[in-house]
């Protein structure tokens, strides 16, 4: 198959996906959408409901890349780029659509394992990206960077809200430590993948993920500050998440992943 062919394929089904999520926003796939789904399996981490507009930018960035790679086919660069993620890129389209329709009919615990696959297969992606990266290159990287980040932190949500649905009881340890707990490994994890893959810009959205966790927390209509030892924690964390980003941003050079290749004239 071509290059453009594949190109092509993925913005079908980047368009696609948009089509599913639109849908499960508005109730279609059993009559819930996804704010009421997310209300009825509230946890002490889920983000505010304003958090989730970060989903806008990364489309945003997406549907860029996605155009990108059918307008410069032929570029050295973003060819390199079809051929190593494209299968990624769209299994990870399809795995954003079948999370949308097992969440949406409440398969609570499946849907927990298809975002932990989806994302596996974005941060496999941004591996792949590392291995090409340019001098002058920043949107792959950057949208790739945004959405594999993202989902860090929903799946760690998703399993939190898999643990409500069947009514956990954490060992008998309170909700608040469990709490902690998870912002820290989701940390370290974040930590880990940003070492491994070398984007900067990663730690970003699930900073921002925690903002969102920190305003539930101290909102009139969330938890009303009565968890302040996970409140500070969430703060902690979008400190070190920040930093971590920018530590990672310097060593490579002021650029989002590292260079790699030399440009190709």
Known sequence: M???AKSWIGLILLMSTLVINGLGAFGFFNGLSQR??????????????????????????????????????????????????????WLSSILNMLWIICFSYTWIG????VILAFAITLSLLILQLGKIQT??????????????????????????????????QGFGVPAEYWGIIILIV????????????????????????YFGIYQSLMATEGFQGAYPSLSIAALA?????????????????????????????
């Open 237 to 265: 964390g979008i400190v070190l998440l920040v930093v971590m980003a920018g530590i990672q941003f310097y060593f490579n050079g002021y650029k989002l992943m590292p260079v790699v290749k030399a440009e190709e004239a």
């Open 2 to 4: 071509n290059r453009l």
């Open 186 to 209: 989701a940390v370290v994890v974040s930590a880990v993948i940003t070492l491994i893959t070398k984007n900067a810009i990663l730690p970003v959205p699930v900073a921002w993920g």
């Open 110 to 113: 499946v849907s927990a394992l």
């Open 36 to 89: 009421e789904l997310s209300d009825r399996y509230m946890t002490l981490i889920t983000p505010a409901p304003s958090t989730f507009s970060i989903w806008s930018l990364i489309y945003i960035l997406l549907i860029s890349a996605a155009v990108m790679m059918i307008v410069k086919n032929k570029d050295p660069y973003y060819g390199e780029a079809i051929d190593g993620i494209s299968y990624l890129f």
């Open 135 to 168: 001098g002058k290159q920043w949107l792959l990287p950057a949208a790739f960077g945004m959405y594999t980040g993202w989902l860090l932190i929903a799946t760690v949500v998703n399993i939190a809200s898999w643990l409500v649905s069947i009514n956990w």
